[in-house]
Each structure stands twice: as structure tokens, then as C-alpha cells.
């Protein structure tokens, strides 16, 4: 399972700007610092939400988005995460005015793929037309940890919860470390992390997962 810091195109309208404005290697040394992964609103529900990648290793290493931390997936099993609920566009406004709790909603994805109208409007905007936008991300199976309660800000994960670190190339690798060193973080525990590097075909530590 990976959580990636760097994507193409709109931030979700839920990150805070103090993350926006971090570099994604930034990202992952602050991830890493502190051992807490912020929850953020996703594009498609209000709920804040910690979200992971899970796919096979071809498709991983096509992606394009090559800096991230991978976690094992029993850890976000056991902390309330799951994969999450791909819901027709034409039962979206059922699924979001269902009873279910926020949390329960947050896990909902809008699928749509159809559309071949117009180019799309109101992206991050939750109250767009359900059928008036295309909706389609089965290139990656995503899994979702929303937030327990609306006090808790980020998920606190233990140590062994991290399986490898995803790093563009060599330069960001020595980048990120050398932030943490200067933040006072634990560099020889990191540094005793796996490394895959972006684009490659092999993600080490997650044998049999």
C-alpha cells in the first residue's frame, strides 16, 4: 500500500496550504518525523480521509507518481481503513444522502466513466452533476483510513506500519535525508528503510502482500 506525496494536477481541496506548499520529498520526511499521516479531504466527500494506492507492480511502476511511503496493509486494516466503494454516478446522491455515518460515506468513490460531453468543471467541487462528469479511477485500487472522530488530525502509525520509501532518483533520496537530519529526526531508522526507486518494477518489502 502507498501513500504518494506527489500527484499530477489539482490538489484536493482539502490539503492544508502548509502542505501544498512542501516539496513531496518534504512531504515524506515530515510523514516520517513525526510518524503521523494527516487526514484531508479527498475530492468526493467532506469527511477527511488518509489515502493509499494498492496495485500490481507493473501498473505501480507506470504510474508516474515516484516518491511516496509504502505501509503494510494489515496496519491500515487494523487502524479502520479499507478499499474503497466505487458507487455509480447515478446512486451517488442516494449514497451521499444515505444514513451512513460521515466516516462510513468518505470510503464512497463516484464512478461515472461515460462521459464524453464537455471538457469537466467544479474540480474538488463535491456538488458537481454526478453525470455531467467523468468519474473513473480503476488504473489503481484505493484504499481509504478516515478519520475516527472529528478531534484526531492524522494517523498516528508505529514504526513497523512502514514496509519501503519510494524515491524518484538518488539526488531526492540524499535530499529527504538530509532534511530530517536537520530536523533532529531519526535518520539511521529511515535510513534502514527499503528504497524502491520510481519507475522500477521491483517494490521491496512487500513480498507476499
Not at 489539482?10 to 510518524?35: C, F, N, T
Not at 484531508?40 to 504510474?63: E, K
Not at 508505529?158 to 514496509?163: D, L, S, Y
Request: glycine letters at 12%.
Amino acid at each position: 500500500m502507498i501513500h504518494y506525496t506527489s500527484r499530477f494536477g489539482a490538489e484536493s481541496p482539502g490539503v492544508p496550504k502548509e502542505i501544498q506548499d512542501l516539496l513531496p520529498w518534504e512531504r515524506v520526511v515530515s510523514i516520517l518525523h513525526r510518524a503521523v499521516l494527516r487526514y484531508s479531504q479527498p475530492f468526493d466527500t467532506v469527511w477527511p480521509v488518509a489515502c493509499f494506492t494498492q496495485s500490481t507492480r507493473r501498473a505501480l511502476s507506470g504510474m508516474g507518481r515516484n516518491v511516496g511511503i509504502g505501509f503494510h496493509k494489515q496496519f491500515i486494516w487494523d487502524a479502520g481503513g479499507g478499499p474503497a466503494y466505487y458507487v455509480r454516478g447515478d446512486q451517488w446522491t442516494d449514497w451521499q444522502n444515505s444514513n451512513l455515518s460521515e466516516p462510513a460515506r468518505s470510503m464512497g468513490v463516484r464512478l461515472w466513466p461515460g462521459w464524453e460531453g464537455p471538457p469537466e468543471i467544479g474540480i474538488g467541487n463535491r456538488f458537481v452533476d454526478q453525470l455531467g462528469t467523468r468519474s473513473e479511477w480503476l488504473h489503481e485500487r484505493e484504499w481509504r483510513l478516515p478519520r475516527p472522530n472529528e478531534t484526531d488530525w492524522g494517523w498516528a502509525f508505529p514504526r513497523e506500519a512502514v514496509a519501503f520509501l519510494l524515491s524518484a532518483n538518488q539526488r531526492v533520496k540524499d535530499d529527504a535525508f538530509a532534511t530530517l537530519a536537520s530536523w533532529g529526526g531519526d535518520v539511521a531508522w529511515v535510513e534502514s528503510l527499503p528504497i524502491s526507486w520510481g519507475g522500477a518494477d521491483d517494490f521491496p518489502g512487500v513480498d507476499g502482500l
